[in-house]
């Protein structure tokens, strides 16, 4: 099976500059101080996987919590492209990415920029007479960014994604997306971004189960929530009130909200169904260690490892826990040439990237006790 990527290079992304990825494998595991980047990378991924998905650069910004409303929706999306100095009137630098792998060889360029705009605010609930005040308008920013696509195997697409405040009176407004065709033709890449607690989103776990069922594989979604209790029968989807949520059919205790259980269990479900999601594409897992007691992490990298080699997705995983790689490792046991690390460090505003593959890993770790984050 090939993987998505076999090489990933960031030559512009917000803080990120000439980043090269060589020789990925079906896992790769991102350890690295705080404030080194591991978190961008994904969210880059993310990005070159999916670029002409309007719904993917709101993944994109919300994953970090950056606000989308019509009053700084600009400064927003100039967040993923960062500048080339402090000076306001220093042009944003473009985002550059290029991959190669199972689709051949691709870049990615990206251009922002910013225009301002007078719009008139909706109609106050009484009639207003005489000309419109300053409280009837607003200057709003519309950001444009031109798209430059290249790949071996489809030829280069080019085009405008453009980025349009709508704004609300007293109330912080919204956006809408308007895409090229010829940007929106871009081969989509399966990606799914989990954050450290997606199993907190309300919805995370019935997307995990509509995706177990539309794959046909609902009993992978059970297996997960039975590696934390044996005593789980089965998953159920019910609908209250317009609100869908997953219902856990338990031995002991009958029909029980998933919410109603621990965090560990609830992370298994929902990253299991994302894997669901990110078949023949990429997993991209941020601090995946979060809410997976150490004792659990070794079932939870078991099952996550068979998922992946079924369904062929690449692992791209942020970690802090030392147990987790470690756990990793162990899971994929005589299989750790799949297992490649990275080190990202920071120094005087330059960051640097190590790499380790799977051997060299279990060695550090097992055999000499070493600290490789």
Partial sequence: MNTALKSFTIRSFRGLRDLAFHDLGRFNLLVGDNNTGKTSILEALLLFARPGDGMNWLRVLKARGAELNSEILGASIGWLFGREGRDSDV?????????????????????????????????????????????????????????????????????????????????????????????????????????????????????AYTAAIQKNLKPRLVHAAQSFDPDILDLEMVAKADVTSVLVI?????????????DGLRKAVVVTGMALEAADGILLLDEAETALHVHAQDRFFVGLHQLCEELNVQVFMTTHSLDAVDSVLRAFGDQSSSVVGFHLDKADGVRTLKRFSGGMMERLRFERGLDIR
């Fill in 91 to 207: 042009s944003w630098a473009p985002i550059e990415l290029e991959g190669h792998g199972a689709h051949g060889s691709e870049s990615l360029r990206l251009s922002l920029h910013l225009e301002s705009k007078v719009v008139d605010l909706p109609s106050r609930d009484k009639e207003v007479s005489g000309d419109a005040s300053e409280d009837d308008e607003k200057v709003l920013s519309v950001a444009h960014v031109d798209a430059e696509w290249t790949s071996s195997k489809d030829g280069s697409k080019s085009g405008e994604m453009v980025f349009d405040p709508i704004p609300q009176r007293g109330k912080k407004g919204g956006f809408r997306a308007g895409f090229d065709p010829a940007i929106k033709a871009i081969r989509n890449i399966p990606a799914i971004l989990a954050k450290p607690h997606v199993h907190r989103n309300s919805k995370a776990a019935s997307t």
């Fill in 250 to 262: 338990h031995r002991r205790l009958g029909p029980v909200p998933l919410h109603a259980f621990g």
